[in-house]
């Protein structure tokens, strides 16, 4: 058995209302003057306003950089960056989707490091800490306030680039799914599938260790019972919960492990058609399944049953095959074809 090693988020403050104790955890960094990171959609929503709303009650000085956009480019990367420089925050909060929470944490390492950041682009080439990172998921998905990753869109040469770095960890993910209730079905099923498919990736790659199996297994069983429920009902409280902790517990795992081909095909396909990352991932899985069921038989066996399928009395890699078939079952369910032609590529 190989040597392995384990890095995640320092803190995790989670479950209903947890968007109160934001101030505490400014303070638990010794912050004073905080830059919130989200997008337009978060700010018209006005969760921005809820969160703004605690930074008054307790007089914490801030300013907001709301121009994060879908698939962020390096150049929304940059504008976040210039107004972060402008500004001169010692707490970076990031509030939103996985685009506004990478362009957070790209904004936290830049305020110290001289860059320019395509000299970043790559695994743990940032040299020094950013300032400190505290991350508010409103989705139940991209797991990115767990992940020391950062995306861009590369928009010149129609290509996604990546920064990997420890220093890109938050200080504290901040999980309230009061925040995620508000998801339309379209964005749950979306991001829920991208949930699901860091897990599974995770879970059968070839990096894999009892901790991450741990969590992914935990994560599979919570996408299975939940991700159906909270796209019927947004409403449904439980359902966004749990979804929220598949997200970060697959972020957890992921970070550890690395992706597989599904994301790699992802990045390849949405650095040159732009479709959004959870419904490229998502239709991908299927395939990428079975493409992978050989290698790993009893771990999609496992998966299967996860979901419910009915295991006993078939060999192994029946079994295994049973795992493809129930995730074409639940992205029916979620209203996301399986089809390369229907997102006309």
């Not at 320092?10 to 004073?32: C, N, Q, S």
Request: aromatic residues 6%.
């Amino acid at each position: 058995m190989m040597v392995r090693s384990f890095d995640s988020v320092r803190r995790i403050v989670f479950g209903v209302g947890a968007v109160e104790m934001l101030v505490d955890e400014i303070k638990r960094v010794k912050g004073t003057k905080v830059l919130v990171v989200t997008d337009p959609g978060i700010k018209s929503a006005g969760i921005v306003d809820v969160v703004t709303g605690v930074l008054d009650r307790a007089k914490v000085a801030y300013n907001v950089f709301a121009e994060v956009e879908p698939d962020p480019s390096v150049e929304v990367a940059l504008a976040g960056i210039e107004a972060a420089k402008a500004y001169g925050p010692d707490v970076i909060v990031g509030l939103g989707g996985g685009s506004s929470l990478d362009i957070s944490k790209v904004t936290s390492v830049m305020l110290t490091n001289p860059g320019p950041i395509e000299t970043y682009f790559g695994m743990e080439l940032v040299p020094l800490p950013g300032v400190p990172l505290v991350l508010i998921p409103t989705t139940s998905g991209t797991g990115s306030e767990m992940t020391s990753i950062c995306v861009l869109s590369d928009t010149k040469n129609n290509v996604k680039k990546g920064i990997v770095s420890e220093h890109m960890f938050a200080r504290v993910a901040l999980l309230d799914p009061q925040l995620t209730m508000g998801m339309p079905p379209r964005v749950t099923a979306m991001t829920g599938m991208d949930a699901l498919v860091h897990a599974i990736e995770s879970f059968v790659g070839v990096r894999a260790s009892v901790f991450t199996d741990t969590l992914n297994l935990k994560a599979i069983h919570l996408v299975a019972a939940n991700l159906r429920l909270a796209y019927a009902n947004g409403d449904n409280r439980a359902a966004r919960e749990n979804m929220q902790h598949a997200s970060c517990l697959a972020g957890m795992a992921f970070s550890n492990t690395q992706n597989g081909l599904d994301h790699a095909m992802a990045l390849a396909i949405g650095g040159k058609f732009h479709l959004p990352h959870g419904q490229l991932t998502a239709f991908i899985l299927p395939w990428v399944m079975e493409f992978n069921l050989i290698a790993a038989p009893q771990k999609f066996a496992e998966i299967a049953k996860a979901f419910g399928e009915k295991t006993g009395g078939v060999s192994e890699i029946e079994a295994a095959r049973l795992s493809v078939k129930a995730i074409k079952s639940l992205l029916d369910d979620v209203g996301i074809s399986y089809k390369l032609s229907s997102y006309g590529v």
